[in-house]
């Protein structure tokens, strides 16, 4: 009886489907007929009177602003289709002994910007999660190379024996040493931080720090460390702990996460070749120890199990503030477009926080026939221990245990890990199935996308408590370098040939394309610079763009801004709360205090400063003159919508007027720097625009 009952249900709220479905509809007709206004406009003018290029251009240039933030929203209805949320019934999986062994791989490259602290909390969270003793192999990828982090990972190893007994025996909720003691820091004793003993053994501590080897050109590292088999109790059983640093080599390309992540397939394979496997980066502490087993409700499901390839947790993190000001939550992503992608094929891969089956990656093809050794030798490379591997039962025992020669082990491992391993091999190769793909510094993205291509789906599994804690971006210079390298990497994916609407059409469904193509499309900057400039640019030089005030359009226009902004907001609120450059994860307690008071920290390069400062420039100049049109000429009523569009920029983007003009401190340097260059070049410019109008 206890059997037939489902591991996992999927949820469909009828009124959030009624209330998407129908504010779809009301909106997209609001949205013909502003097309229609605008068509209108080039019609009546090709018929009458040719137009002045004044004011042709500016209507030609908003009414393509508009078609594209039309066509981006379309797409993003995709996400609004069916949203599904899902609960899990751990305690109805089989027995303990039913399990799958699990690996876990975990990801650091610098030990400057990635705490050794902060990495070892992470390996000790996911060593002590409640799964069955030998189960879990744990891998931590070091691309840094550094004496550090192998140091930090053998005291790790030698603290494991007292933490994950401790923590089983006591269910603690929390397997991360630092989220479990923390409030303890309260207690420290402050004259002894103050003491001349401290601060000699800090410098000692410093000097150590930086005996990190920290370089770009080494050979491969292994170290594996485990438990004799004559281990004592169950419950002092602890998982076991590979350190693995592949080689680095100046000539050959590293292929930064995706690299590292194909060397643990690989090393894990002829080690442990647990059929499923964990993806952590380094600041992501397992926060529930039953995590694993939520996820073995969907991949041990005989209905989707054999079609699943990862279940993704989403990525939450243990320090955003009240007033988040960055966004650093990633809300649409988590709250919004996951949920409405579970509901077509499955979510995204987001690199961190799922749970992949080794199958969808490695041996996807390998039906019986396929497993000729000479051909899995070609895709996989030369390691005859790895081909075995893919051929063999999985679950197996990991050989070391086994008492297999434990030299040529370590010495396979090694070679598994030299960068030369891949070369003529199928390893990384758009469109086979060995591994993580190449070719873009999204790789969560582009391997999670031709995973769907290939027919394999995937579920999101969000429950109430966080399952992994990470650290987010706080500054603005952090988010917006992230947001630049995740648009350049879907981007990269966009215009290839792996263009969702083109790579494979027939595998996935109308909408999952529509939301693929929404992340990968990054055309959001054309209707973004076309509302902030052109309207405020016509308004000084008195050519007017929108309806007047209560004339039909003018409703439609009204009405399309106003459900844009409550959909907006009842997603975001009402609803629920090309380089790879690794962003940081050190807690710098200033640059802490200002995103916790949420004041804007305006520390960034002027490449982003620049533009927006302009813009707000070229806004607040819009407005005055608005105003002033409308005291002395009296056309409000044909300029209302432009005057309000620069009136509603301005409000939007008060925290940077407010840097500009108000604040006094240091953090706004850059900002006051920028305007002040700014205005010197735009007082001539400036002097032109006002003669014109
Ligand atoms: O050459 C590299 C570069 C990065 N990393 C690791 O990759 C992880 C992610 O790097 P981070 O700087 O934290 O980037 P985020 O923007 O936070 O990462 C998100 O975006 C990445 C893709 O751009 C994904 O790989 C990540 O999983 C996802 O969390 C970290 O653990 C790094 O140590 C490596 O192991 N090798
Ligand atoms: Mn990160």
């Known amino acids: 009886m206890e059997k037939s009952l489902p591991l996992h249900l999927c949820h469909v709220s009828k009124l959030t489907l009624f209330i998407n479905r129908t504010h779809t509809l009301l909106h997209s007709i609001a949205i013909s007929f502003l097309l229609y206004y605008r068509a209108s406009f080039f019609f009546q003018n090709a018929i009458s009177a040719t137009p002045k290029l004044l004011i042709l251009l500016p209507w030609l240039f908003i009414s393509s602003s508009e078609l594209v933030l039309s066509f981006i929203w379309l797409l993003g209805q995709a996400y609004r289709w069916r949203v599904v949320t899902r609960s899990v019934f751990p305690e109805r999986l089989p027995g303990d002994e039913k399990l799958p062994s699990l690996d876990v791989f975990i990801f650091t490259v610098d030990p400057e910007t990635e705490p050794t602290l902060a990495v070892m909390n992470t390996v000790l969270s996911v060593m002590a999660m409640d799964y069955p003793t030998e189960k879990p192999h744990v891998y931590l990828s070091d691309d840094g190379c550094s004496s550090l982090t192998l140091n930090g990972l053998r005291e790790t190893w030698a603290f494991a024996k007292f933490w994950i007994p401790f923590c089983r025996s006591y269910k603690i909720a929390s397997g991360c040493p630092e989220a479990y003691f923390s409030g303890v820091e309260d207690h ?98 397992c926060n529930d120890p039953t995590a694993a087993r939520k996820a073995m409700c969907f991949h041990l499901d005989p209905e989707i199990s054999h079609s699943l390839a990862f279940v993704q947790f989403p990525q939450r993190f243990r320090n955003i503030s009240k007033h988040d000001i960055y966004d650093s939550r990633i809300r649409s992503a988590f709250s919004v477009q996951w949920q409405g992608m579970d509901g077509q094929r499955g979510p995204c891969l987001s690199g961190t926080g799922y749970f992949m089956k080794r199958l969808s990656l490695c041996g996807n093809r390998l039906s019986n026939e396929d497993a000729d ?127 969702r609407f083109i790579y494979r059409p027939w595998r996935v469904s109308i909408l999952h394309k529509m939301c693929y193509a929404e992340l990968a499309l990054p055309l959001s900057f054309f209707p973004l610079w076309g509302f902030a400039t052109i309207p405020q640019l016509c308004l000084i030089n008195g050519i007017p763009i929108y309806p007047k005030v209560l004339s039909t359009f003018f409703v439609v226009v ?136």
């Open 188 to 285: 420290v004793d402050s004259d002894l931080i103050g003491s001349d003993e401290f601060k000699t053994q800090r410098e000692k501590i410093k000097a150590k720090k930086k005996t990190s080897n920290h370089t770009r050109d080494h050979p491969a590292i292994v170290e594996v460390m485990m438990q004799d088999s004559s281990s004592d109790a169950v419950n002092d059983k602890i998982p076991l702990l590979v350190y693995v640093s592949r080689e680095k080599r100046p000539s050959h390309p590293n292929q930064y996460k995706a690299g590292a992540l194909n060397v643990l397939l690989r090393v894990s394979g002829v080690l442990s070749n647990s059929p499923y496997f964990l993806v952590l980066d380094c600041d992501m502490y």
């Open 373 to 499: 050794p000479m051909k899995l030798r070609q895709a996989y490379g030369p390691s005859n221990e790895l081909v075995a591997s893919l051929c063999s039962e999985n679950d197996k025992p990991h050989v070391m245990k086994n008492g297999g020669d434990t030299t040529s082990i370590l010495e396979e491992m090694k070679l598994l890990a030299s960068c030369t391993y891949e070369i003529g091999t199928k390893w990384g190769e758009e469109a086979s199935s060995v591994g993580y793909l190449y070719g873009s510094v999204a790789e969560n993205y582009f391997t999670g996308f031709t995973l769907h291509s290939k027919g394999w789906i995937s579920v999101y599994c969000d429950p109430p408590r966080p399952q992994f804690l990470g650290c987010a971006t706080t500054t603005l210079n952090d988010c917006l370098t992230q947001s630049t390298r995740w648009c350049s990497g879907f981007f990269d994916v966009g215009i290839s040939k792996y263009c």
């Open 558 to 693: 009204s009405f399309l801004f106003l459900s844009a902004i409550s959909k907006h907001l009842y997603e975001r609120i009402g609803l629920r709360e090309a380089r790879f450059m690794t962003t940081n994860k050190v807690e710098d307690d200033k640059k802490e205090y200002l995103y916790q008071q949420g004041i804007f920290d305006f520390r960034t390069s002027t490449m982003f400063l620049g533009p927006m400062v302009s813009v707000i420039i070229l806004n607040a100049v819009s407005f005055l003159v608005g105003i002033a049109r409308a005291i002395f000429i009296g056309d409000l009523n044909k300029m209302f919508v432009q005057v309000f569009i620069s009136f509603y920029i301005l409000v939007i983007n008060y925290p940077v007027i407010e840097g500009m003009i108000i604040r006094k401190d240091n953090v706004i340097k850059n900002l006051k720097a920028t305007n002040v260059v700014l205005k010197k070049h735009g007082e001539e410019a400036g002097v032109d625009v006002l003669a014109c109008a």
